[in-house]
């Protein structure tokens, strides 16, 4: 188990953009964890929204970022990033990273839910 903690969330305008990280709050190092961000909207049920391996061979976005959304990770600063570019109010979510130790795949992607969670993040799309 690792320890995240998410920060870069807030009130945006729609059309503008922030920047997510996930560090450990610990000691560990990220390095060797694939991570993966989830969003929960008011209403709904969690989605995944993107993540990324630990050997940064694979990506994944879901079809409603695609385009918009840039997940990438900084080893030498110990985190994983969320751009997130031209935010439309259905953004509006808590958003959470997760974590688990090696490499995954699109097959293997659902292991994520039994990873280490952070505590999450509030972004707020409005006029």
């Known amino acids: 188990q690792v320890q995240l903690v998410e920060s870069g969330g807030g009130l945006v305008q729609p059309g503008g953009s922030l920047r997510l990280s996930c560090t450990s709050s610990?000691?560990?190092?990220?390095?060797?964890?694939?991570i993966g961000w989830f969003r929960r909207a008011p209403g709904k049920e969690r989605e995944g929204v993107s993540w990324i391996s630990s050997d940064i061979r694979t990506t994944y976005y879901a079809d409603a970022v695609k385009g918009r959304f840039t997940i990438s990770r900084d080893n030498a600063k110990n985190t994983a990033e969320l751009q997130m570019n031209n935010l439309k109010p259905e953004d509006t979510a808590i958003y959470f990273c997760?974590?688990?130790?090696?490499?995954?795949?699109?097959?293997?992607?659902?292991?994520?839910?039994?990873?280490?969670w952070g505590s999450g993040t509030q972004v707020t799309v409005s006029s």
């Open positions: 997760a974590a688990v130790f090696g490499p995954i795949t699109m097959e293997t992607m659902s292991r994520l839910h039994g990873g280490s």
């Open positions: 610990g000691s560990t190092t990220l390095n060797y964890w694939s």
